[in-house]
């Protein structure tokens, strides 16, 4: 329904999508396997329970009551809309089907039989330079085979577009149906919203009100943790029931929880454990981003995480630890290596840059390598571009038989070098962006993996469809990101959260409308103010980035757009000779690549969309040992360097650098007197250079 999703956008939609929301008020824990309880932890199991029914007493007996009209009223209103989506739904089909074979026609015209025409003319170019029978021989093969695929495109393409025409013989009887349908479902939108109005109104009192944050919190934390939960953490001894109980009776320190999204599977024991840990490893973790940064890592690791080694790494820890990824952090912060924004996230937002499956040393790795190899995507200004770019320009979209990973090498040192299809880019790009300290929330689409990462604006999709497509973990896209709109108003946020606890007080099931029906009322609630709160902001429609890469490699020349270019100044191109004779050819003083700022000073230039070359003059001839400073994230390669259009070519080896600066090995080259040209094959893969040296011979 094309009309849903901007009306979704806006908050003008309170139907509820299929979610399950992942605050703590308002999902139960995640079933984890049951720890025996000793004699000790049942008495606590039974104190906690006490605690728990107290609490639940209180706040029901707080909460207001509702008109009960009104609620037949919200009831009805809500099945409506779930009736007018339906017939929306079907109304769409007809006209889905119709683009669908719109996209087939355009696919046998664009990549079929445009891409067989390009082989053709590739080949008909290699027969014309064929010099040997074996040449000649491959070529006409391949002319041959690229021929018969464009007849065979041409084929389709007329089946396809005899389908098209049969699917527009009632396209305007279609187009009448969805409008009526799309009019239908606004209606039945708007009294939906009125009646949820109501009932917002009349529990405005309760929701706005602090008063009860106390008992609200304590109970949230009770229920979701669950008396039996905390007793097993409690009870392996004095100190877990001592952080327990200081826990539960911090009620600033419980407000703060809940506001970051509360413990993961409501592991609240050990997500105390582990905040004490860090406030104890560093002094820095108790106030500003260091102290959201502790909450939040804190919350997210109280389910441990498990790394994803390198094959080789047999001895290394299979858990993530949560001390050191903090640590990790906040030196990187101090360093000056994160981002500019992570010093104003929320606890919330840092449970999820802290929670990559990536050891730590790879995390440093991947801030590294990209300040040596592709410093622009460090610099784009586009936040939504920003360090996910490098997935644009150098994963290369591979199926798995294309290529093989090195087991020595750790997963995303080999998804840069090897690329890999949707999975592999999306979860490169969400990697590179935690790296550098923004958060991301992984994205499945069907039989899609996309990237959902943060921006100043609002977060947005990287490589597939938008949020209206999305979902992880069994939660909505669209879902995630209406939360991600209404944190930003915390004060109102609180609202939703108050809702959410009321009903679990009630014991009201969790909303989920892939089931018609679900969910208690206050549930229900908790979506539609958060729905409120960002229909009240108006927050800006994002469109998804990169739609169209999702399952394509890019072009030469749209990859040439995504660099950031750099304007060099004429004393970035100076090439110098020192007192030893050695000659130093800048990047800048080049041709055959782009040129981007370098973290070294000067410039940098990124090569691969063409061939490499330098002129220069040389104050005597002779023999020179040239090499070259490179960066290579992608395989070893080879070219062939042509001095002063020689008939011999030279074998240059650009090395697997692995993200660091590195010589090539130096070869030996022949210079006259005076004007010298140097000239490189076109490389395989991109690579980054600095400058060439050429050191006369001895």
């Known amino acids: 329904m094309s009309g849903r999703k901007n009306s979704l956008y806006l908050g003008c939609i309170f139907t509820v999508l299929a979610v399950t929301h992942s605050t703590v008020m308002a999902a139960a824990p995640t079933a984890l396997p049951q720890v025996p309880l000793t004699e000790v932890g049942q008495r606590l199991e039974t104190q906690y329970t006490e605690q728990l029914k107290a609490l639940q007493a209180e706040i029901e007996k707080a909460l207001p009551k509702f008109d009960e009209l009104r609620i037949a009223e919200f009831r009805q209103a809500s099945a409506a809309v779930r009736k007018a989506e339906a017939v929306a739904a079907g109304a769409k089909k007809p006209l889905d089907a119709i683009n669908s074979a719109k996209g087939l026609v355009e696919h046998a015209k664009g990549k079929w039989i445009g891409g067989a025409e390009t082989g053709i003319a590739k080949a008909q170019a290699d027969l014309k330079k064929a010099t040997t029978d074996t040449e000649r021989e491959a070529a006409q093969k391949d002319l041959t085979n690229w021929q018969a695929n464009k007849d065979a495109g041409i084929k389709a393409l007329a089946e396809r577009q005899a389908a098209l025409d049969k699917a527009k013989a009632d396209e305007a009887q279609s187009m009448q149906a969805d409008k009526e349908a799309q009019a239908s479902l606004a209606m039945a939108i708007a009294n939906e919203i009125a009646a949820a109005k109501v009932l917002l109104a009349q529990a405005d009192a309760f929701l706005s009100s602090d008063s009860l944050d106390d008992k609200l919190v304590q109970f949230s934390v009770l229920v979701n943790a669950t008396p039996r939960g905390l007793a097993e953490f409690a009870q392996q001894g004095t100190e877990q029931t001592a952080l327990v109980e200081q826990l539960l009776s911090d009620h600033a320190l419980l407000k703060q929880m809940l506001e970051a999204g509360g413990a993961k599977a409501g592991k609240y024991g050990q997500a105390m454990q582990i905040f004490t840990d860090i406030q104890k490893a560093s002094s820095r973790a108790k ?169 100043p604006a609002g977060w947005v999709v990287n490589f597939g469809a938008n ?149 220069i003059d040389v104050p005597g001839a002779g023999k020179y040992s040239l090499s070259a400073r490179v960066v290579n994230v992608h395989d070893e390669q080879h070219l062939q360097l042509t001095p002063n259009l020689a008939k011999d070519t030279i074998d240059v080896a650009i090395p697997y650098t692995t993200g660091g600066w590195q010589k090539t090995n130096p070869v030996d080259v022949s210079m006259v007197t005076g004007k010298n040209s140097v000239a490189f094959s076109k490389p395989k893969n991109s690579f980054t250079l600095k400058e060439f040296t050429l050191t006369p011979a001895k």
């Open 467 to 615: 949020w209206d497509k999305s979902w992880s973990d069994g939660r909505q896209g669209w879902d995630f990101l209406l939360e991600t709109q209404a944190r930003k108003d915390p004060q109102n946020y609180w609202k939703v959260l108050r809702a959410q606890s009321a009903g679990s007080a009630l014991a009201e099931k969790n909303y989920d409308s892939s089931k018609p029906g679900s969910g208690g009322l206050w549930k229900n609630l908790a979506v539609f103010e958060e729905k409120a709160i960002v229909a009240d902001a108006k927050p800006a429609q994002m469109a998804a980035l990169g739609q169209d890469l999702a399952e394509a490699n890019e072009s030469a020349e749209t990859k040439a757009m995504a660099v950031a270019k750099a304007t060099p100044a004429e004393a970035d191109k100076a090439i110098t000779v020192d007192s030893s004779g050695v000659i130093t050819i800048p990047a800048a003083a080049c041709k055959g690549g782009e040129l981007m700022k370098s973290f070294l000073g000067g410039q940098q230039m990124t090569c691969g969309g063409g061939e490499l070359s330098f002129e």
């Open 287 to 455: 106030k500003g981003i260091f102290y959201r940064l502790a909450l939040g890592t804190s919350l997210e690791h109280a389910v441990p995480i498990k790394q994803r080694l390198a094959e080789t790494e047999t001895s290394a820890p299979g858990m993530v630890d949560p001390v050191k990824r903090y640590l990790h952090y906040e030196k990187a912060y101090l360093d000056g290596e994160l981002d500019p924004a992570f010093k104003g996230m929320t606890a919330w937002e840092c449970r999820y840059i802290t929670d990559s499956y990536a050891p730590d040393y790879i995390l440093a790795w991947g801030r590294e390598m990209l300040r040596n190899y592709r410093p622009d995507h460090i610099l784009n200004p586009d936040y939504g571009w920003r360090y996910s770019g490098a997935v644009r320009t150098d994963v290369a979209y591979r199926h798995s038989q294309e290529y093989k990973d090195t087991d020595s090498l750790q997963f995303f040192q080999n998804v840069i070098k090897n690329g890999g299809i949707c999975g592999r880019r999306a979860f490169f790009g969400s990697y590179i962006c935690k790296s550098f300290g923004l958060p991301t929330w992984g994205v499945a689409q069907h039989a899609h993996a996309a990237l959902g990462r943060w921006t």
